[in-house]
């Protein structure tokens, strides 16, 4: 009984620290062999040498009972160097040292209950290989230096007993995080610093031209101060986690940046969804296109919530095939996001192409090509993690890809994400008249220079004559609307000293630089970009 009762208290302590760290070792077939990844001291530095302790908890045995539990220590590609053939047709290697095996001459007697070691393992071996009998009346802890980084395993077999059970901690030299989730706390550092300095330049831009600012601006820069906050408290996360291990403080920390991860995404998407539907700039409203936006936008937040949880919890060498159902319903609701944001981007484009709105047609190519390079991205890593999963079975898979499975399955999702965000910041850049921009159509031209106002704004008649109008007083004209086209229809050299070309007056210029004065610019030393859209008046 006291023996059962030290076990659940060394595996109690073990689930309260750090679970990755420290697991359980019986007969079962699940735990009697046991591998972590390590890192060696000189590779991310730390207080202490790394190494693997095993306690077994001694038992209270009646008579003379010895009950013996053979235990080996090794680093994976050491493997072929456990166990010897009995002889030279013999198909499977002795593992164990029993009497049998002494009298065959494969072990000595001073061995017994030991494994087997291959005769030159010491030569050949990269790294030491531990062997011990362990008698469960006295035990000792046994402790495992790792001098170079690699895959370590510690197996264990009961030599005259099935019932047994220990733990074995795997003690990084830097702390208490995985071998495995160790790169994700300078990753989300480096991340944390370059959303900050998106956020500086754009704080920038956004103060000079803080009197017009468009509202899509003001989610854009809501959505980079976020960003900064979400990645700093996921590096915080995996930094309290490295010093402290997983106690409640990380569990509450965990919950509250799986929610902000979630959220992050499904506020993202949503609002990339409504710009590429022309929200705010084309469309003053999306009507009951609306709510469906938002119900997909909350789907998508519950299973980004549900995988934010679990890459979060597992560790890289123990995820499997099953991390798939959890992928799947993610990438389902972000493939809606994509196809959908894809088809409305491309609505959009055709719209402005027809009215000829050039300036705000190259804005929208620019996301258009955002958007699928991030698309042929993310299947392009989805089909090759379908062929890395596929050969996870392989016993060789995990001990060969432990140091950059986190990348796979976390990693190169927030460096698209990144790269998707900073390209969006740089197309919709504050820039000088914005608002004038955004509700302002361009003069629309045909190939020889006239104005074609049939082809502004919408097809009915009231529309056509108020851009008429518009026309007539950019040009400066009291004629009426009826000649317009009489005026416009006239050779294009008796013109040009009435109304510049749009077209030509934006080549090179930014999306929303539409001519207004501004402080902080060169804008009036130019000669003013408003007369592009809109004659001056004199």
Not at 520 to 535: K, P, Q, R, Y
């Amino acid at each position: 009984m006291k023996s059962w009762l030290s076990a659940l208290i060394l595996l109690g302590l073990s689930l309260w620290t750090v679970q990755a760290l420290e697991v359980k070792i019986d007969d079962t077939d699940e735990n009697r062999q046991k591998c972590a990844g390590m890192y060696s001291r000189s590779a991310w530095g730390g207080p202490v040498d790394p190494f693997i302790l095993t306690i077994f908890p001694n038992k209270t045995i009646e008579g003379d009972d010895d009950p013996i539990v053979s235990v080996v220590i090794f680093e994976w590609k050491d493997q072929n160097l456990i166990g010897v053939y009995p002889n030279p047709d013999a198909l499977q290697k002795e593992l164990i040292c029993n009497e049998e095996n002494v009298r065959g001459g494969l072990c000595n007697d001073t061995d017994i209950g030991e494994w087997i070691l291959s005769s030159n393992a010491t030569e050949k071996s990269e790294n030491l290989i531990l062997t011990q009998a362990i008698h469960l009346k006295s035990t000792k802890p046994i402790e495992y230096p790792i001098k170079k980084t690699g895959y370590f395993c510690i197996a264990a077999y009961g030599f005259n007993t099935e019932d047994f059970m220990g733990v074995v901690e795997f003690r990084e030299a830097y702390g208490e995080l995985p071998a495995t989730q160790i790169p994700k706390l300078p990753f989300y550092g480096g991340i944390t610093i370059l959303y900050a300095v998106v956020v500086v330049f754009w704080g920038f831009l956004y103060y000079q031209h803080r009197y017009d600012i468009l509202p899509v601006q003001n989610y854009i820069t809501a959505i980079l101060v976020f960003l900064v906050v979400e990645m700093l408290m996921t590096w915080g996360f995996y930094d309290y986690l490295n010093r402290n291990g997983s106690n409640v403080g990380a569990k509450v920390l965990l919950v509250v940046v799986a929610i902000l991860n979630a959220f992050r995404n499904s506020f993202s998407f949503f609002l990339l969804l409504i710009v590429c539907m022309g929200y705010g700039v084309v469309k003053p409203s999306l009507g009951k296109t609306m709510v469906y936006v938002r119900w997909l936008a909350i789907a998508h937040f519950v299973f980004g919530l549900v995988y934010a949880i679990t890459s979060l919890l597992i560790s890289p060498d123990t995820a499997g095939p099953f991390v798939l159902l959890i992928v799947l319903p993610l990438a389902g609701t972000l493939t809606a996001f994509y196809v959908w944001t894809l088809n409305s981007l491309n609505f959009t484009l055709k719209d402005l192409r027809e009215r000829k709105q050039t300036v705000k047609e190259a804005m929208y190519k620019k996301l258009w090509w955002c958007i699928l390079l991030s698309i042929l991205v993310i299947f392009g890593f989805f089909f090759f993690n379908s062929f890395s999963f596929a050969s996870a079975s392989d016993p060789d898979y995990v001990p060969f890809h432990w140091k950059s499975r986190w990348f796979v399955l976390d990693g190169w999702l927030n460096l698209v994400y990144f790269a998707d965000v900073a390209w969006v910041a740089y197309v919709w850049r504050p820039t000088a008249n914005n608002r004038r921009f955004a509700m302002s159509d361009e003069i629309a031209q045909d190939e020889d220079g006239g104005f074609e106002f049939a082809d502004v704004g919408a097809p009915d008649d009231s529309d056509d004559d108020e851009e008429a109008n518009v026309g007539m007083k950019a040009n400066q004209c009291s004629t009426p609307a009826t000649n317009a086209t009489g005026v416009a229809s006239q050779p294009s050299q008796s013109r040009a000293p009435k109304v510049e070309s749009p077209t030509d007056s934006f080549d090179g210029e930014t999306i929303f630089a539409v001519g207004e004065d501004d402080k902080f610019s060169d804008d009036e030393e130019e000669g003013g970009e408003g007369s592009n859209l809109v004659g001056k008046r004199k």
